[in-house]
């Protein structure tokens, strides 16, 4: 599975960007996708995901101002990302994770990364 991410960019501090990140490759089975952050001098955390049924999950830090959502017929995970503040910024990482074999084996898979700053 290969993960194409785009969107991102400079935008000031309250403004809106959108993300979103193609799959290709082995997606028939692609089960979670999601999008990661990591901010300079931090560890990678999760900003949001979301099953191949529409389960989501976001984290409690971008809650209600950004949503995540996905296009199964695109093999496309998009990221809207709105009232965003200084904090925001970070390289964002698309991820997908798809399960394989008789012992259901996870096989991860991470985007390119792309970087959204937010101007104060």
């Known amino acids: 599975v290969q993960l194409q991410a785009s969107g991102g960019g400079l935008v000031q501090a309250g403004g809106s960007l959108g993300l979103s990140c193609a799959a290709s490759g082995s997606v028939v089975s692609i089960n979670a996708m999601a999008w990661y952050r990591q901010a300079p001098g931090k560890q990678r955390e999760l900003v949001a995901s979301?099953?191949?049924?529409?389960?989501?999950n976001i984290a409690d830090s971008v809650k209600g101002r950004f949503t995540i959502s996905r296009d199964n017929t695109k093999n496309t995970v998009y990221l809207q990302m709105n009232s965003l503040k200084p904090e925001d910024t970070a390289v964002y990482y698309c991820?997908?994770?798809?399960?394989?074999?008789?012992?259901?084996?996870?096989?991860?898979?991470w985007g390119q990364g792309t970087l959204v700053t937010v101007s104060s």
């Open positions: 979301v099953t191949s049924g529409g389960s989501t």
């Open positions: 991820y997908a994770d798809r399960r394989t074999g008789w012992n259901n084996l996870l096989h991860a898979y």
